[in-house]
């Protein structure tokens, strides 16, 4: 059956076709499966009345960025830079920007 | 039938010729797909972390109200809870405790905050999993906290939250009122912010300015404003590790660039032989336009699904150091795959459309002179 290259290219193709659409089928399953999940995280969030989300925890102004001033990032010496290395991962919030978006 | 038996005839020649330049062309596949890997493991992570965090953060506050003392953020007195609440269209008001703790021994920041569930309870603390991986010997069952006045107290944990929650909950350790103004040595009658919520979601930001209005010395923070600065946040994070990336997307660029558009002598003298054999133009077209397809189908979908590999089954392993940064609590969660249909053809398109045209431009110039002028 595959004694031709181009059937053995087709099959192959076939192949990666199907694991694409098996993506598909393990994204929806993971999907539904982990709602309750979500829902529970969701609730969480609602019932402490959470406003960020924990993704780092060395400086202030990264655990809570939403709530965080300008200038909370040099409030502990007016001169001083910031030093934190999340400061690089994490941009400044959209509304404490030069043009604050509202 | 003839149609696709001749694409079949096609696609074998285009496949032997290809296995003839083995080294180069495999090199160019394992290139190719280590590329298209890499940016689709970047769409699949910043798409479905975006997507957790708008549907997580639903639930958040909103109205955050907050007041600042000379820039800094302040305690808030009970007084401005009555205040808030007398605005219309305020459905309700209530206050918050939280703060952040270092825990000197193992040098992790945890959020500590204030759960009403917990008002009969007081030395009982709930914790995220995050707090207990780090303690020294959390086989004791308790966790000390050094108040402001220097005197330790030991709280008992009678509750941690899975690791599912890690994202919201990782640092969090949740005690009653009286423990925390304890700990912290806060006179009652003053929260850490309030919050709010509004009965018609319309009126968020007429509100938000009637507080300003009438507290001058607050600044409220909308519900819409969290969900933005998550978006950004992702955004961000995606475009640093794209431009992480950046140098060797750029060189494959070239590469690929440099054997579709470069025909060598040897593929030239081939076009010339199949030619003079009696090939059509069209025919020397459509055999390019496999070799493309090849190469590049061939690795969009071995990417892709390398990626999803990499994104849902590895929690990114490649990318953890990027995502973890210093912190010691980092949550280690696992991500519900979103997959975004028109990202990942935005993806076929910016990759597998354009080698392919570029395989077959510079084969259609060398296809349309006299055979014997290649050949010689």
Known sequence: ?102 | MRILEKQKNLVDFTLSSLLRRKGKNTALLVVYTFMIFLLASVMFFTGSIKKEAALVLEGAPEITVQRLVAGRHDLIPAAYLEAVREIRGVRSAAPRLWGYYYDFTSGANFTLMVDESLKDSPGVVHVGSGVLRTLMSPEHGTIPIKASDGSFHFFEIHHVFPAESDLVASDLVLMCEQDYRKVFSIPDGFATDLVLEVRNPKELTTIAGKITQLLPDTRPILRDEILRTYEAVFDWRGGVLVVILWGSVLAFVIFAWDKATGLSAEEKREIGVLKAVGWETSDVLVMKFWEGMIISLSSFLTGVVLAYLHVFFSSSVLFEPVLKGWSVLYPDFRLTPFIDGTQLAGLFFLTVVPYTVTTIVPSWRAAVIEPDSVMR
Not at chain 1, 55 to 68: E, K
Not at chain 1, 69 to 85: G, I, V
Request: glycine share 8%; net charge positive.
């Open chain 1, 1 to 102: 059956m595959f004694e031709r290259k181009s059937h053995r290219f087709f099959a192959w193709l076939g192949v990666g076709l199907v694991l694409m659409g098996f993506m598909g089928i393990h994204a929806a399953y993971r999907r539904n499966a982990d709602t309750p999940m979500l829902r529970g995280k969701g609730q969480m969030v609602r019932r402490l009345a959470l406003t960020d989300l924990c993704l780092f925890t060395d400086a202030r102004y990264a655990r809570n960025p939403v709530l965080a001033d300008l200038n909370t990032p040099f409030q502990d010496c007016p001169l001083s830079l910031e030093h934190f290395p999340s400061g690089s991962l994490l941009p400044v919030p959209p509304h404490l920007g030069v043009h604050p978006a509202r």
